[in-house]
């Protein structure tokens, strides 16, 4: 399936307020986990912390934090300490591999 031709036949729950996930890995309450987002054009998630290395994959569309703006294709990683919100103007896909569970602040 490609995931960017047909996101609706994915089996999406509600993450935060415009954003929806997809769970591959994990559970996202302890230890690694990865996950599909999916950012409904406007959408955003708040600022928060990384206790481990979060690798984010662009898949379509792009998103915005404070260190630029990231289209699809563009690999963002995020090293432990690190702090960052996220928004999404157009709307996206992305793939998230975290180390840790980040926490919202």
């Known amino acids: 399936m490609a995931l960017t031709a047909h996101p609706d036949l ?43 290395h979060e690798h984010i994959l662009v898949l379509a569309g792009s998103q915005t934090d404070e260190r630029g703006h990231h289209r699809a294709g563009t690999l963002v990683v995020n090293t432990p300490g690190t702090r960052h919100s ?16 980040v926490v919202f602040i």
């Open 86 to 101: 996220v928004s999404s103007a157009e709307g996206c896909i992305v793939l998230a591999i975290w180390e840790q569970p």
């Open 10 to 52: 994915v089996p999406w729950r509600r993450f935060r307020e415009g954003v929806e996930i997809h769970r591959l890995h994990g559970s996202g309450d302890a230890g690694s986990s990865a996950a599909l987002l999916r950012y409904a054009p406007g959408a955003s998630v708040p600022q928060h912390v990384h206790r481990g």
